[in-house]
């Protein structure tokens, strides 16, 4: 059982504000902490395209520059795939995402390569402006939008910007479009199993802008832990306590979190009794 290697909990309490913080430009795709899940990422490419991969006319060139970013970061492609933004994807753990700017100014998603989705699909959203893409996310509607495109203005090529998301799941699986599968087995599972049997899944999150293109380049690398070895560390049970009860109900409303909460509770109760 590995150390995670992300534990935002740490810091308090999820929020609706981006918290985006600078990092340097190498490190954003390695070291790749999850590739050893690229084997079940690349079958699942070829297995299920049309639901993991998209991409709009006219963003043929930005998703060039963006292979190449990838495949100098990380190295060759990974097999033979029609696409470049494929190769590219074949190449790291992390989900690709493209959004360049149309004629009325707004930023809408171009192009992905979405293998670790959480609760949302790629040909929902594809052609979608930031409104579009947020729409579900409780109070995102006016401020965070706007936030977000500000920044996505603002970005220069060169930064690297990155963000952390996180939440809990009864079970291993990336490809999670929907969380209806979770809150069912939630429902039957028994709260004296619930330290083994539930997972701490982390949504590490950057943005970027490509010189040339100018688009703007997401990324999105799901980490999955047992809930056991995330509270393992000194403080850590207490400072997940901290972060789960405080957050915003409308959020924890919107995350599912109640479906879990009285597991979660016998979890924290059985890490802290040494269960």
């Known amino acids: 059982m590995r ?6 909990f740490l810091n308090g309490p999820l929020s609706l ?8 430009p190498e490190a954003w795709l390695c070291p790749d902490t999850e590739a050893h899940a690229l084997g079940e990422k690349r079958a699942l490419m070829r297995d299920r395209r049309g639901e993991v991969y998209g991409a709009r006319e006219g963003s043929e060139l930005a998703v060039l520059e963006l292979a190449a970013a990838v495949h100098e970061a990380t190295g060759p492609a990974v097999g033979a795939w029609p696409s470049a933004l ?5 190449a790291v753990s992390d989900d690709l995402c493209l959004l360049m700017k149309d004629g009325e100014g707004l930023w809408r998603l171009e192009a992905g390569s979405l293998c670790a989705p959480t609760f949302w699909r790629l040909s929902e959203k594809l052609g979608e402006p930031l409104g579009g893409l947020h729409g579900p996310v409780p109070g995102a509607h006016p401020g965070m939008v706007g936030r977000i495109h500000r920044m996505f203005d603002a970005l220069r090529p060169g930064q690297v910007l990155e ?11 990336r ?18 199993g619930a330290l083994d049997g539930l997972w701490l899944r982390v949504e590490r999150q950057t943005i970027s802008k490509m010189p040339k293109s100018g688009a703007v380049v997401f990324t999105i690398r799901v980490a999955i832990d047992p809930l056991r070895a995330a509270l393992a ?6 400072a997940f306590a ?15 979190w109640p479906h879990y909460q009285r597991l979660v509770r016998a979890a924290l109760a059985q890490a802290r009794g040494g269960g």
Do not use: C
């Open 233 to 238: 560390g000194p403080g850590h049970a207490a």
């Open 242 to 256: 901290a972060a789960w009860e405080g957050i915003d109900p409308v959020l924890a409303d919107y995350k599912g």
């Open 17 to 24: 504000a981006p918290g985006l913080r600078p990092i340097a």
């Open 175 to 192: 490809f999670a479009p929907s969380q209806a599968p979770f809150k069912a087995r939630a429902v039957g599972m028994d709260e004296s």
């Open 163 to 173: 963000r952390f998301n996180w939440t809990v799941q009864p079970g291993t699986e």
């Open 3 to 8: 150390a995670p290697p992300y534990l935002p």
């Open 86 to 90: 494929e190769g590219a994807a074949s």
